[in-house]
């Protein structure tokens, strides 16, 4: 077993110290964001505004502005507590919202339910709700932030494709991300994530909106105007980036373990084994964001976009587990009807 005492107590701590950095983060990340959109609001309706040339001009725009810093940090340390209040009430909501996901009953999944909950059993495990998303695709995932709130969620494909052994293999998976505290980092990277897009497409609509308006003649502007727009457009640039790196914080490390996991539930990594292979070539849901998509049991990438892919391909999994686990490397590669 290649799920060591060790290895998974760093994994815990790591996911929980990441929480703990993006929660910390996240007002220091509205602060600059709000300053951001304030000083690209007034130098693109005033880009004269400011400007150094002649006497008795104006005072620096972007000295006024960071004057204003204080009422601009306390109007994102508001907005920040809304979200994170939203979030914690209804982000189950909004992921289901997203994915088309359906929470069901035992009545209604009575096999799902019966392998879920003989999961939680065998390990003392709350029993987390279960949903459904209607997709022919194969594929699964974990969400919440707190016990009571956890969901482990499979698609119709998933359900209808896959025997026992191999259901309860990927809800084994599933219910090892929330045991490792997986699922919490996701979602709070998934919030984080989400309001920086949210705030860049409100910034870039209103470059298109004040361009648009003058025409693209700025000929008139002054330079503090321009420096304005510089500076603000270089504050959402970092923000971005800042994604992409919390992004590729999202360890692919996190799939081994779940992986792991899962055999240390089930005992049975041929059962694992042939999960993934179904899934491999069948788990697009293109219907969902792709910062949901980041929590799914396998999220497909190819080409230039597999340099940013959140999972390890489905084949390096299978070695893992053949190398560490004792698993069978030809077993579950029966075909499985297109999509």
């Not at 701590?13 to 110290?17: G, T, V």
């Not at 929480?19 to 993006?22: I, K, N």
């Not at 999961?119 to 022919?136: D, F, K, Q, Y």
């Not at 910062?291 to 799914?296: Q, W, Y």
């Given at each position: 077993?290649?799920?060591?005492?060790?290895?998974?107590?760093?994994?815990i701590?790591?996911?929980?110290?990441k929480?703990?950095?993006?929660l910390a983060g996240?007002p220091?990340l509205?602060?600059?964001?709000?300053?951001?959109?304030?000083?690209l609001?007034?130098?693109?309706?005033?880009?004269?505004?400011?400007?150094y040339a002649?006497?008795?001009?104006?005072p620096?725009?972007?000295?006024?502005e960071?004057?204003?810093?204080?009422?601009?940090?306390?109007?994102s340390?508001g907005?920040a507590?809304?979200?994170?209040?939203?979030?914690?009430?209804?982000h189950q909501?909004i992921i289901?919202?997203a994915?088309g996901a359906?929470?069901?009953?035992?009545?209604?999944e009575?096999?799902?339910?019966?392998l879920?909950?003989?999961?939680?059993?065998?390990?003392?495990?709350?029993?987390?709700?279960?949903?459904?998303?209607?997709?022919?695709?194969l594929?699964?995932?974990?969400?919440?932030l707190?016990?009571?709130?956890?969901t482990?969620?499979?698609?119709?494909?998933?359900?209808?494709?896959l025997?026992?052994?191999e259901l309860?293999?990927?809800?084994?998976?599933?219910?090892?991300h929330i045991?490792?505290?997986?699922?919490?980092?996701?979602?709070i990277a998934?919030?984080?994530?989400?309001?920086?897009?949210?705030?860049?497409?409100?910034?870039?609509?209103?470059?298109?909106?004040?361009?648009?308006?003058?025409?693209g003649d700025?000929r008139?502007?002054?330079?503090?105007g321009?420096l304005?727009?510089?500076?603000a457009?270089?504050i959402?640039?970092?923000?971005?980036?800042?994604?992409?790196v919390?992004?590729?914080?999202?360890?692919r490390?996190?799939e081994?373990?779940a992986?792991?996991?899962?055999?240390?539930?089930?005992?049975?990594?041929?059962?694992?084994?042939?999960?993934?292979?179904?899934?491999?070539?069948h788990?697009?849901?293109?219907?969902?964001?792709d910062?949901?998509?980041?929590?799914?049991i396998?999220?497909?990438?190819?080409?230039?976009?597999?340099l940013?892919a959140t999972?390890p391909p489905?084949?390096k999994?299978i070695?893992?587990?053949?190398?560490?686990?004792?698993?069978?490397?030809?077993?579950?590669r029966?075909?499985?009807?297109?999509i």
């Open positions: 077993m290649f799920l060591g005492a060790t290895g998974l107590r760093s994994h701590w790591n996911n929980n110290l929480s703990v950095l993006l996240f220091v509205l602060i600059l964001l709000g300053l951001a959109v304030t000083w609001t007034v130098g693109l309706a005033d880009p004269s505004a400011g400007s002649g006497k008795g001009a104006r620096d725009l972007i000295g006024a960071l004057a204003r810093l204080p009422s601009i940090a306390a109007w340390l907005l507590g809304i979200w994170f209040v939203i979030a914690w009430f209804f909501s289901n919202a994915t359906r929470r069901v009953s035992r009545k209604e009575t096999r799902v339910w019966n879920l909950e003989n999961l939680c059993i065998s390990r003392g495990l709350t029993m987390p709700h279960l949903a459904v998303i209607e997709t022919p695709a594929n699964a995932y974990a969400s919440g707190r016990e009571g709130q956890y482990v969620t499979v698609t119709r494909g998933l359900v209808d494709r025997d026992d052994a309860e293999a990927v809800l084994a998976h599933e219910l090892s045991r490792h505290k997986d699922v919490r980092l996701l979602v998934i919030i984080f994530v989400g309001i920086i897009s949210f705030v860049a497409e409100i910034v870039f609509r209103r470059i298109f909106w004040f361009g648009l308006r003058s025409g700025r008139s502007g002054g330079r503090s321009g304005v727009i510089v500076a457009l270089a959402l640039a970092i923000a971005y980036l800042l994604a992409i919390i992004r590729f914080s999202l360890s490390r996190r081994y373990m992986d792991a996991g899962a055999v240390e539930l089930t005992r049975n990594p041929d059962a694992m084994i042939a999960a993934l292979n179904k899934i491999s070539g788990a697009e849901i293109e219907t969902a964001p910062e949901v998509r980041e929590m799914f396998e999220n497909p990438k190819t080409g230039f976009m597999g940013f999972h489905i084949p999994r070695e893992m587990l053949v190398t560490y686990a004792g698993g069978t490397p030809s077993l579950g029966s075909s499985v009807p297109e």
